[in-house]
């Protein structure tokens, strides 16, 4: 199985600030890589796809980058309604992983 | 609009089960694989099934193969997910998932369902 190691756990940052999330495969994904965004009391959301594309409706200062077995998600501009928590996925293989998440709060 | 509804989460005991539904509406869905994604409280997600858009074809991961057993019926726009021989670590919010693309099923959840919650205790 493709284990997901995704880092930091949480996060907090001002308003207004930039924040990177990272995730690690421990193998080659090929860019197989999502990321979801998680508020309190919904379901995910699909952010991110194909490591850098980004998902119908989502606000251009979430940006996915990276190839291999290191990928990042940025959200530029930190804004209240970003609360959550984040997960990246790889879909390259079964069984589909997920990361363990970073829960994000504001300063 | 995608809608997917879940039901048939509640409380049961160990070794017992239970079969979850989805309701799908606002696409083809006999176009797309689907899939149950779960996510115990507190904690993070982890795929559960997948079933192709005939139901020819299933994928589960190690932690529920054997126990589960993921079907559909395209007539009834509806997924499912028997569950036997449920453990304390089953418990979960179940959610219903279908993949970006019609027609594939290596790419990633573009819609879920609200989750339904099963819990497993004596």
């Known amino acids: 199985d493709i284990q997901m190691t995704q880092s930091p756990a949480s996060l907090s940052a001002s308003l207004g600030e930039t924040v990177t999330i990272e995730c690690r495969a421990s193998?080659?994904?090929?860019?197989?890589l999502a990321w979801y965004q998680q508020k309190p009391g919904n379901s995910p959301q699909l952010l991110i796809y194909?490591?850098?594309s980004l998902a119908d409706g989502v606000p251009s200062r979430f940006s996915g980058s990276g190839s291999g077995t290191q990928y990042s998600l940025k959200i530029n501009s930190l804004q209240s309604e970003d609360v959550a928590s984040y997960f990246c996925?790889?879909?390259?293989?079964?069984?589909?992983?997920f990361g363990s998440g970073t829960k994000l709060e504001i300063k | 609009e995608v809608q997917l509804v879940e039901s048939g989460g509640g409380l049961v005991q160990p070794g017992r089960s239970l079969k979850l539904s989805c309701a799908a509406s606002?696409?083809?869905?006999?176009?797309?694989?689907m899939a149950w994604v779960r996510q115990a409280p507190k904690k993070g997600l982890e795929w559960v099934a997948t079933?192709?858009?005939?139901?020819?074809?299933?994928y589960y991961p190690d932690s529920v193969k054997g126990r589960f057993t993921i079907s559909r019926d395209n007539a009834k726009s509806s997924l499912y997910l028997q569950m036997n021989s449920l453990k304390s670590e089953d418990t979960a919010t179940y959610y219903c998932?279908?993949?970006?693309?019609?027609?594939?099923?290596?790419?990633?959840?573009?819609?879920w369902g609200q989750g339904t919650l099963v819990t497993v205790s004596s």
């Open positions: 998932a279908r993949p970006m693309l019609p027609g594939y099923n290596y790419v990633p959840f573009a819609y």
């Open positions: 606002g696409f083809t869905f006999s176009n797309y694989y």
């Open positions: 079933i192709s858009t005939s139901g020819s074809r299933t």
């Open positions: 194909d490591a850098n």
């Open positions: 193998e080659d994904i090929y860019s197989n």
């Open positions: 996925q790889q879909y390259n293989n079964y069984p589909f992983t």
